[in-house]
């Protein structure tokens, strides 16, 4: 006899998905206020330093924006067609927030290097002003996107994306009072290169994150040789094999498997004592098993 047992667990994103909303909104606001500054600002100043510190603002921006529209795609009940719902909007647009990250980390490199030759004058003192206040606003963005209580990938990566933007601002006050004591030109250069550096670093994060939760692997804090041994151990389970776990979204790990137990027993009983283990031992509360009798010519095949 088998026995077909699929077992699904729903995920609220409703009172979580609105004040996860409400704090990207008010990061994004800070954001894009001060990315304007910066940019009047790096334009009078001739600071490449804090052009590319806007840059990376905007990304930030990019960043939080599609996290706020992703958001409200997640937060769309199942429907026939998306059985999951539209939970992996938010890997779609940390794909996208992470390859434009790298676009112009390269581009913001190029310019950076030709300055080093060609070092323009720069205006230490007002770098120096807007890089302490732009490293004020980052501190402030990251504590709003502290306070939402989901951590999906986009508000990691948002958040990530603040953080590395408060070093930005940070190596461009360096860089400004570097020029106003030595009057070394170059090292606006090399805070650039510095903030492209720390753009890959975070693109690249992003683009590999997503792009293992696309293709279906393994989420990172799960070891799938310890969830087949703990399946295997589990008591009454003489066999377990098609064994995937994936992640449909951030924080969201599914698992599906065929197990085996002996002939007479209590498949449902199993299934119960297995979803539990999962759950406690490994977080994962979506899962599908497929509990079956061992058939008796088995047994005695692995026996003799």
Not at 78 to 86: I, K
């Amino acid at each position: 006899m088998a026995h077909d047992h699929g077992h699904g667990h729903g995920h609220s994103h409703g009172p979580s998905a609105d004040a996860d909303r409400r704090w990207l909104t008010v990061a994004l606001l800070l954001i894009v206020s001060f990315m304007v500054v910066e940019v009047v600002v790096g334009l009078i100043a001739s600071s490449l330093a804090l052009l590319s510190d806007a840059a990376h603002m905007l990304t930030d921006a990019g960043a939080i924006a599609l996290a706020l529209v992703a958001a409200g795609l997640a937060a769309r009940p199942p429907t026939r067609r998306f059985t999951f719902g539209l939970g992996r909007a938010e890997i779609l647009a940390a794909q996208a927030n992470g390859a434009t990250l790298l676009v112009l980390a390269g581009v913001l490199a190029l310019e950076s290097v030709r300055r080093l030759f060609e070092p323009p004058e720069v205006e230490g003192g007002l770098v120096i002003v807007v890089g302490v206040l732009g490293a004020l606003v980052n501190i402030a963005s990251a504590w709003a996107l502290s306070r939402s209580e989901r951590r999906g990938l986009n508000v990691e990566g948002a958040m990530a994306h603040v953080l590395m933007d408060l070093y930005g601002s940070v190596a461009a006050v360096i860089a400004g009072v570097v020029i106003v004591l030595t009057g070394f030109g170059e090292a606006d250069g090399i805070a650039a290169l510095l903030v492209s550096a720390l753009m890959v670093r975070s693109g690249w994060r992003l683009l590999r994150d997503s792009g293992r939760i696309l293709l279906e692997g393994t989420p990172k804090d799960i070891d799938i040789n310890e969830v087949g041994t703990a399946l295997a151990r589990a008591d009454g389970v003489v066999e377990v094999h098609d064994l995937h776990v994936w992640e449909v979204t951030s924080g969201f790990p599914a698992l599906a498997a065929h197990v085996l137990v002996r002939e007479g027993d209590d498949c449902h009983g199993r299934r119960r004592q297995l979803e539990s283990l999962l759950h406690e031992r490994f977080g994962i509360d979506h899962t599908t098993l497929q509990v079956d009798h061992q058939h008796p010519d088995r047994l005695l095949t692995l026996g003799a």
